[in-house]
């Protein structure tokens, strides 16, 4: 039985939080969703989500973790009063991936890594929006099964399979038979996922 990160108690303010922030980042400061969720993920307000920290879980509003990941990234927001709507597309893909960051008990960056996108979920908005979230759940599990977390990894840090070899040191053979899964990462040597792991800007946990 999966034990997940935090109590379902917690698990509405998640989902209004990280949906308020989306919102508000995209609709309200004009910044681009797949961007912002990047700056998200390398601010380390995603981990402490998904490690259930009280203080982001129901410490803060939408708002103020926009402007927390903001300020983490360099970029800083403006502070506008501004109406959040919860019926928009991005408040909706941030509530949704709260929820399956919960149920699925996968991290954010993990389930990004893994397919389960901002934008995959926003080009699905218009057909499940208004679905039960078990139908959320089914096409997150869908993506997961069908992705090698390799190929997802390089596929979001822009590069070829040859560009990664040359900056990993891992020979260009051994990465297509990863992401061919001809061989596992889960067998390979310690120095081998570290070398892939630091050219990808990524954790040992979402290639393996």
């Given amino acids: 039985m999966m034990t997940r ?8 303010d998640a989902m209004s939080s990280l949906g308020a922030m989306l919102d508000y980042a995209v609709n309200t400061c004009g910044e681009e969703l797949s961007l912002f969720f990047a700056r998200f993920l390398g601010s380390g307000v995603a981990r402490w989500l998904s490690m259930s920290s009280p203080k982001y879980l129901a410490g803060m509003s939408g708002i103020e973790l926009a402007l927390l990941v903001a300020q983490k990234t360099g970029d800083g927001l ?3 009063d501004e109406y959040i709507d919860p019926g928009s597309p991005e408040y909706w893909t941030g509530w949704t991936m709260a929820y399956l960051s919960w ?15 901002v934008q995959a979920l926003m080009d699905r908005y218009s057909t499940l929006h208004e679905a039960d979230l078990s139908k959320a759940v089914e096409f997150a599990t869908k993506k ?7 190929s997802q990894a390089r596929d979001n840090a822009r590069l ?17 038979a990863y992401e061919q899964e001809q061989r596992s990462l889960a067998n390979a040597g310690a120095e081998t996922v570290q070398r892939l792991c630091r050219a990808l800007g990524c954790r040992i946990e979402e290639l393996i």
């Fill in 78 to 80: 403006p502070l506008k």
């Fill in 160 to 176: 070829t399979q040859k560009e990664l070899a040359d900056e990993s040191g891992v020979s260009l053979r051994v990465i297509r």
């Fill in 5 to 12: 990160a935090y109590n379902i108690t917690y698990l509405d």
């Fill in 144 to 150: 997961l099964k069908g992705s090698n977390p390799l």
């Fill in 103 to 117: 149920y699925l008990c996968l991290d954010y960056g993990t389930l990004h890594s893994r397919g389960v996108t």
